[in-house]
């Protein structure tokens, strides 16, 4: 059984790792973390410190806030577990902390954990590398209200994904169009534009546009669940794995499967 504990455990991600937890075989969760203020108080198994249960072979699942990810990297490397993070908006020192405590112990990091995205990932490469780089490339994306971060991580996973196929064809991204009389679009520019409302739990669309033909990629996460089912495919793996930095695109490649 692997031993899970979860951070973050109270919000919308990490209620859905419960349940996910609780319609899969193999795991057990052993502690869940959340700030004081959110759990539900005095309930059993649950702490707002993750170093007073957090031990050797566990494996820590965090979708919190990147403060709370980079300090739990280094509580994991400290204590021998590996770690599942999904938080997005790290800031450079935090993703450092993230990075080297991928040097002593298993982290499997990403910003989005559904099969779907992976597969949007690869579509993108397949089109770019077939399409003339005069093709304009924007990225939407679409989330709930509550949002913390913009644009979402997998926007930029996206972003990044588009100038790595370009190659010295690429421009700089353009979050935003602005306002006004911004010019026209510079060539080899990366659109890259948030909406923000209501409930949506994840929506990413990429539009390739040539002249007088355009083409969508789109991506509809409609449950968080198609998540949690990523996150606990990447503990599996995290659970046998050496020290090192991995994607899900590992998980996947190792045959970890995806429920
Ligand atoms: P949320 O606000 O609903 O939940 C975050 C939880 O973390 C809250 O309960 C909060 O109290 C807790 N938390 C914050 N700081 C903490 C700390 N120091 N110690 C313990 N708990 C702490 O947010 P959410 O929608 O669940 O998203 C969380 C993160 O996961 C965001 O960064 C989001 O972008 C990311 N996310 C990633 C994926 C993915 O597939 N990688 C999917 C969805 C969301």
Redesign the pocket.
Known sequence: MIQLVL??A?????RAVEQAVAGSSGFVIKAR???A??PPAGAAGWT?DAAAVLGAGDVAVE???P??CA?LATLCAERGAGLVS????LDPAQDEMVRSAARRVAVVR?????LGVAVLRRALRTALAALPPGWDVEIVERHHR????SP??TALALTADAAACRGAESGAPCFGRGQGRTGPRAAGEIGVHSVRGGTWV?DHTVLLAGEGEWLELRHVAQD?LA?AH??LAAARFVAGAAPGLYTLEDVLAAGGGHP
């Open positions: 951070v973050g109270a919000g919308r991600m990490g973390v959340d700030r203020a959110n707002a979708f919190s806030d403060a709370a300090a999904g938080t997005t908006g990403g910003a989005n954990f559904s509550l949002k913390a971060d979402s991580g994840g968080r998540f990523g996150a």
